[in-house]
């Protein structure tokens, strides 16, 4: 089974630029997430897809991020325009639908997409 | 609100010795709780998982028990080795809904031949 993928693994910016990051899931897998790693934290949860509508964002900097999951199934997270402190990496994850409590607790992450902006 | 807190990094081991990190949550209810991996520059992979108090998560010589009176889910392995080596999250379910998880900062592991 292919695992999530995201893509591009790497992106150096400069400040008050756009960029953005897309994110394929797992196949049949109903939540998306993307969450926010600054270098020496854990990550944070900016927002969460339950197919193709948004289901918290309470984290997300509406000002300047956006993300969308058109048709339920990929999902594009943009920053625009980005500043120096979002730097850190993009994780993207994704869990089971809703009805298999035991697995849908269970989230599968991408490789991350590791942004510098400068 | 919800948070996990875990000691601090690095831990620094030889081969074959005995690893615990630390980790306590604050949390409503009781949230089912992880311990997630990152070895270098790959992902995030779930490790092992427990649901409920004084349940056992285990997997690949690693182990964690669901502590309610003491709120803790420790990490342990009674012998590492240098393919150990990455950052460890502990992390929770949130108990608000919607599946969110709440992660610690992450204890960075360096395991020496």
């Known amino acids: 089974e292919a695992g999530v993928a995201q893509s591009p693994r790497y992106k150096i910016i400069e400040k008050r630029q756009s960029v953005a990051f897309w994110c394929n899931p797992i196949?049949?897998?109903?939540?998306l997430y993307w969450y926010q790693q600054i270098l020496g934290q854990g990550p944070k949860l900016l927002i969460q897809?339950?197919?193709?509508?948004?289901?918290?964002d309470s984290q997300l900097p509406k000002d300047r991020f956006s993300a969308e999951r058109l048709k339920g199934v990929d999902s594009t997270l943009k920053i625009q325009p980005a500043k120096l402190e979002d730097s850190a990496v993009y994780l993207c994850?994704?869990?089971?639908?809703?009805?298999?409590?035991?697995?849908?607790?269970?989230?599968?992450f991408g490789p991350g997409t590791r942004l510098l902006v400068l | 609100g919800d948070s996990v807190t875990q000691m601090e990094g690095p831990v620094t081991l030889s081969e074959e010795a005995f690893l615990t990190i630390n980790c306590t949550y604050t949390?409503?209810?009781?949230?089912?709780l992880f311990w997630y991996v990152q070895y270098p520059g790959e992902g995030l992979q779930l490790l092992l998982k427990?649901?409920?108090?004084?349940d056992k998560g285990s997997n690949k010589g690693f182990e964690a028990t669901y502590r309610k009176e003491t709120t803790s889910f420790h990490l342990e392995k009674g012998s590492v080795q240098v393919s150990d080596s990455a950052v460890y999250f502990c992390?929770?379910?949130?108990?608000?809904?919607?599946?969110?998880?709440?992660f610690g900062a992450g204890t960075r592991l360096a395991v020496h031949p």
């Open positions: 994850a994704s869990s089971p639908p809703v009805g298999q409590r035991g697995e849908r607790e269970t989230q599968y």
């Open positions: 196949s049949g897998h109903a939540t």
């Open positions: 897809f339950q197919n193709n509508g948004v289901v918290d």
């Open positions: 949390a409503t209810g009781y949230p089912s």
């Open positions: 427990a649901t409920k108090a004084d």
């Open positions: 992390a929770l379910l949130f108990s608000g809904g919607y599946n969110k998880l709440i």
